[in-house]
């Protein structure tokens, strides 16, 4: 009788421990679905930066257009 229960009460334990975890790490990965806000000002940083490069490149596209005007259709062999 006394393996019976022990039996018993280790399966009831594994269950609940089983169960214990699921709810415990659900609710962690729910809150870590949204950005952080120190990653909202990272993405809101690297959001400005690629902005200033595009005007970068488009000036440096107008003053080639300028100085070079076929430089677009010029082919480029790689060493």
């Given at each position: ?15 609940v ?31 400005g ?12 596209e ?6 070079v ?11």
């Amino acid at each position: 009788m006394g393996e019976e229960i022990f039996i018993v009460f280790i399966v009831f334990g594994s269950l609940v421990a089983m169960l214990g975890l699921v709810l415990h790490y659900s609710t962690k990965w729910k809150a870590m679905k949204g950005l952080s806000a120190e990653d909202e000002q990272t993405l809101e940083d690297l959001r400005g930066e690629a902005e200033k490069m595009e005007r970068r490149l488009d000036s440096l596209e107008r003053i080639l257009d300028d100085e070079v005007p076929d430089w677009r259709s010029r082919r480029h062999d790689p060493l």
